[in-house]
C-alpha cells in the first residue's frame, strides 16, 4: 500500500487566497483525520470523520476552514480566505475501526502564508 | 488541550546511550501510544499499550504504563543516530489526543 497520500507537499500562497489540500488515506481505512502542527501550538487536531460522515470538528479554528470527505478515498481540507497565522505543516491520517487505533500519517502539507 | 505532557523536551545523549522521556497525562485511557516524527516527515506509530497492560517491547523500545499515576515511558536502548526525531505519546480515548513531543538529538 502507498499509504497515506497528501497534496501538495508545500503551498506558498499570498494572503486571502483560497487553498485546498488534499489527502488521499489508505485504502479500507473508515477514519480520517486532519491536524496542524505549529511550533507553538504543537499538533492539533481539526477534524475526523467516519465513514466520509464529519464526527467532531471542534478543532476547526474558524470559519475559515471548511473540511469534505465526497467519497472513501478522497478528503479536502479548505482554507478560504487565508492568513498568515495559518501557516503550519497540515497532516492527514487515517485509521481502520476506532478514533483510538493507530494512525497512519501522511508526509504533511508545508503551507505558508506570505 | 493536550492530554498527554511528555517530559523532557528535550534529550540529548551519546550514540550506544539509552534514551528515556515521560509522558503523564489526566484522564481515564483506553491505550496510549507512542509515535515519531523524523525532521520535515509524518508521525510514524512506534508501539501501543493498552490500559490493562503494564510493559510492552519491540526491538530496542521498552515502554511501560501506570494507570495509577497515569504515567507512561519510553525507553529506547543502544541509540543510533538514526534514533534522533520527537517523540510523541498520544492517549486514546474516543480518539487520540497527542503530547508536545521531546525532541532527541543522538549524536554520533
Known amino acids: 500500500d502507498a499509504g497515506v497520500i497528501q497534496s501538495p507537499r508545500h503551498e506558498v500562497t499570498e494572503m486571502g487566497q483560497e487553498v485546498t489540500l488534499r489527502c488521499k488515506p489508505i485504502s479500507g481505512h473508515d477514519y480520517l483525520f486532519w491536524y496542524r502542527q505549529t511550533m507553538m501550538r504543537g499538533l492539533e487536531l481539526l477534524i475526523y470523520f467516519n465513514n466520509n460522515v464529519p464526527i467532531d470538528d471542534s478543532g476547526m479554528p474558524e470559519d475559515r476552514f471548511s473540511a469534505k470527505m465526497p467519497n472513501a478515498s478522497f478528503s479536502t481540507l479548505k482554507i478560504q480566505p487565508s492568513e498568515p497565522r495559518d501557516s503550519a505543516v497540515y497532516f492527514c491520517?487515517?485509521?481502520?475501526?476506532?478514533?483510538?487505533?493507530?494512525?497512519?500519517f501522511g508526509p504533511g502539507t508545508r503551507l505558508t502564508v506570505l | 488541550s493536550q492530554q498527554g505532557e511528555e517530559d523532557p523536551q528535550a534529550l540529548s545523549i551519546q550514540e550506544g546511550e539509552n534514551a528515556t522521556m515521560n509522558c503523564s497525562y489526566k484522564t481515564s485511557i483506553n491505550n496510549l501510544q507512542w509515535y515519531r516524527q523524523n525532521s520535515g516527515r509524518g508521525l510514524v506509530h512506534l508501539i501501543l499499550i493498552r490500559s490493562n497492560e503494564r510493559e510492552k517491547h519491540s526491538g530496542r523500545l521498552r515502554v511501560t504504563l501506570d494507570t495509577s499515576k497515569k504515567s507512561s515511558s519510553l525507553l529506547i536502548t543502544a541509540s543510533r543516530a538514526a534514533d534522533t526525531a520527537s517523540y510523541f505519546c498520544?492517549?486514546?480515548?474516543?480518539?487520540?489526543?497527542f503530547g508536545g513531543g521531546t525532541r532527541v538529538l543522538v549524536k554520533p
Open positions: 498520544a492517549t486514546a480515548g474516543n480518539k487520540l489526543t
Open positions: 491520517a487515517s485509521s481502520l475501526a476506532g478514533g483510538g487505533n493507530t494512525q497512519y
